[in-house]
């Protein structure tokens, strides 16, 4: 079973950038599609972009798209969250999340069968 652990939440400005990492351990890493999730207080978590075993393919969801990037280091066993022009509608505790199943078919909590215990992110002046 892999573990996983965010690290990188903190405070930051409207406009500002950060950039989350999930450092994983155990199981087989490179195998993983890995995922990164967020929950805003009072609401379900979200999806929020994935990628594939060796970071050929990547989704992001819309609300997202151009501002964050997903990666990943297998040298390394770990996956980023490169966010950009961030907004205070980001604010949300964000989780990454490991899955065996297929990067085509991962884009739900339930697809996902690992999660780190999440970092918080807050966008605010």
């Known amino acids: 079973q892999v573990q996983l652990v965010e690290s990188g939440g903190g405070l930051v400005q409207p406009g500002g950038s950060l950039r989350l990492s999930c450092a994983a351990s155990?199981?087989?890493?490179?195998?993983?599609?890995m995922g990164w999730f967020r929950q805003a207080p009072g609401k379900e978590r979200e999806f929020v972009a994935a990628?594939?075993?060796?970071?050929?393919?990547?989704y992001h969801k819309d609300s997202v798209k151009g501002r964050f990037t997903i990666s990943r280091d297998n040298a390394k066993n770990t996956v980023y969250l490169q966010m950009n022009s961030l907004k205070p509608e980001d604010t949300a505790v964000y989780y990454c999340?490991?899955?065996?199943?297929?990067?085509?078919?991962?884009?739900?909590?339930?697809?996902?069968?690992?999660w780190g215990q999440g970092t918080q992110v807050t966008v605010s002046s």
């Open positions: 999340a490991a899955a065996t199943k297929s990067f085509w078919l991962v884009r739900t909590s339930s697809d996902f069968h690992s």
């Open positions: 155990g199981g087989t890493f490179s195998t993983y599609a």
């Open positions: 990628i594939d075993w060796n970071g050929g393919n990547t």
